[in-house]
Nanobody, 119 residues
């Protein structure tokens, strides 16, 4: 059974930082395209960042324009986990953040972790 469990969300002031974690079980993150999505109230879910394996020991990362330069996606294959470091957070970054895994036709979602950016 595949599980993606997010953690690390919370309330942070504008300009602050958070590090989200996604712990995976039942799949191997090193061979999946791992992504973070977010969904703000009343808005559609949007892609934030993706990390993909493009070689034996090489990953490629992509970021949405609205967060480029403020977020970094990474993974720890030994711990089977994916992370999203978020810096210089803005109130408009408030959303539920979801971990997503894709490998060919296989797609999995986590339950999400709430991030709120407010004074």
């Amino acid at each position: 059974q595949v599980q993606l469990v997010e953690s690390g969300g919370g309330l942070v002031q504008p300009g602050g930082s958070l590090r989200l974690s996604c712990s995976a079980s039942g799949l191997t993150v090193s061979i999946y395209d791992m992504s973070w999505y977010r969904q703000a109230p009343g808005k559609e879910r949007e892609l934030v960042a993706t990390i993909s394996m493009i070689g034996s020991f090489e990953d490629e990362t992509k970021y949405t324009d609205s967060m480029k330069g403020r977020v970094t996606i990474s993974r720890n294959n030994a711990n089977n986990a994916v992370f999203l470091q978020m810096d210089s957070l803005k109130p408009e970054d408030t959303a539920v953040y979801f971990c997503h895994a894709r490998h060919r036709q296989l797609v999995y979602w986590g339950q999400g972790t709430q991030v709120a950016v407010a004074s």
